[in-house]
């Protein structure tokens, strides 16, 4: 069964620390992996992963995809409160019209 | 401004009723997908269309009908067959293709009292 996993499910840690959130991926089929923002609403795209071993960064937010070890990590530098987010992560598989397998997400909360 | 609207916000329904959600994208997607999320779980998929008047079951279709009459339109009807519909429920759409971005709308978050 195609499976997506994150860790940790939760993190708190304090303004200016660096996080590193971790998923792992067992899908069949596989064509990319995502990323996304949730802050009690709608998530909201970060990342789409295709290649391995090229980083995407988008300020303080950067994230690498291993496909030999079925892993991606996010990581986040420098974080401030506006982090505070579940993050989920969702791998794209194209079988039978394609569809999107998210993990659990990853509640991170920074803290002043 | 383009996107994806859903509504309502929220939602209170009593046990045995049907209640029918909608979202609503003027992206020109080819694509829509309805998602459930539960706390502590990540997004399940429902229904998802692929073009107009096609839609497909996707992993906890039991309970719920969709139609797609339209392309901007994909309305989620949660039936009172629906075991445990107390959910947040997020509409999404995408271009089509491979290993496309899908964009999100707003939420619904339906609670059965």
């Known amino acids: 069964e195609d499976k997506v996993v994150q860790s940790p499910l939760s993190l708190v840690v304090h303004e200016g620390d660096t996080v590193t959130l971790n998923c792992s991926y067992e899908v069949t089929n596989f064509r990319s992996l995502l990323w996304y923002k949730q802050e009690k609403k709608a998530p909201t795209f970060l990342f789409m992963l295709t290649s391995s071993g090229i980083e995407k960064k988008s300020g303080r937010l950067s994230s690498i995809l291993d496909k030999k070890e079925l892993f991606s990590i996010l990581n986040i530098t420098a974080t401030q409160t506006g982090d505070s987010a579940v993050y989920l992560c969702a791998v794209f598989r194209y079988n039978q019209g394609g569809k999107l397998i998210f993990g659990q997400g990853t509640e991170l909360s920074v803290k002043p | 401004d383009g996107g994806i609207t859903q509504s309502p916000k929220y939602l209170f329904r009593k046990e045995g009723q049907n209640v029918t959600l909608s979202c609503e994208q003027n992206?020109?997607?080819?694509?829509m997908y309805w998602y459930r999320q539960d706390p502590g779980q990540g997004l399940r998929l429902i229904y998802y269309?692929?073009?107009?008047?096609?839609?497909q079951k996707g992993d906890i279709a039991e309970g719920y009908s969709v139609s797609r009459e339209k392309k901007e339109s994909f309305p989620l009807t949660v039936t009172s067959a629906q075991k445990n519909p107390t959910a947040f429920y997020l509409c999404?759409?995408?271009?089509?293709?491979?290993?496309?971005?899908?964009?999100f709308g707003p939420g619904t978050r339906l609670t059965v009292l």
């Open positions: 999404a759409s995408s271009t089509g293709g491979l290993g496309d971005t899908q964009y």
């Open positions: 269309s692929q073009i107009v008047n096609d839609f």
């Open positions: 992206l020109n997607h080819d694509a």
